[in-house]
């Protein structure tokens, strides 16, 4: 591959990252007062973790870019960006019990619906990136096993 073939989606990346940091630092400090902090520190770590997950995306763009796409370092990147939508997923799990006082409250069962998006939308990249990990370490197998026959 060509140096730079993959900024348009480091810049994809970029913009996914974008609006989340906006609304951690705009949108989401305007409700404390009506939501618990644990719900609110459950939101910024899963916030962090998704920085992670992007951080980690980059990392394996990079990768490509250096020719480095059949390695370990792709793999790791793969397994912490797993990690990362699993811990999420759990987080939200378990922040649905501490929205169903504030939903009833307030009489939005949209509320609830939010973090079961979030839980299935993590578990489905979880998934992906599990599977993008198990290809990735075959098909260096296969790479190694093919270098080694002459």
Do not use: H, R
């Amino acid at each position: 591959m060509k140096l730079g073939s993959t900024i348009l989606l480091k810049i994809a990346v970029i913009f996914i990252g974008s609006p989340v940091l906006a609304l951690c630092i705009f949108w989401l400090p305007g409700f404390v007062n009506y939501l618990s902090y644990p719900i609110l520190v459950g939101v910024y770590t899963t916030a962090i973790l998704f920085f992670f997950a992007l951080y980690q995306a980059l990392k394996l763009l990079s990768y490509i870019d250096n020719k480095k796409a059949f390695s370990d370092l792709a793999v790791n990147a793969l397994k912490y960006i797993k990690y990362s939508a699993i811990t999420i997923s759990i987080l939200y799990v378990g922040l649905i019990p501490l929205l169903f006082p504030i939903a009833d409250a307030d009489d939005a069962p949209g509320l609830v619906a939010f973090p079961i998006i979030f839980t299935f939308a993590s578990i489905v990249i979880a998934v992906f990136a599990a599977v993008l990990q198990k290809l990735l370490k075959e098909a260096i197998n296969i790479k190694s096993e093919n270098d080694l026959t002459v």
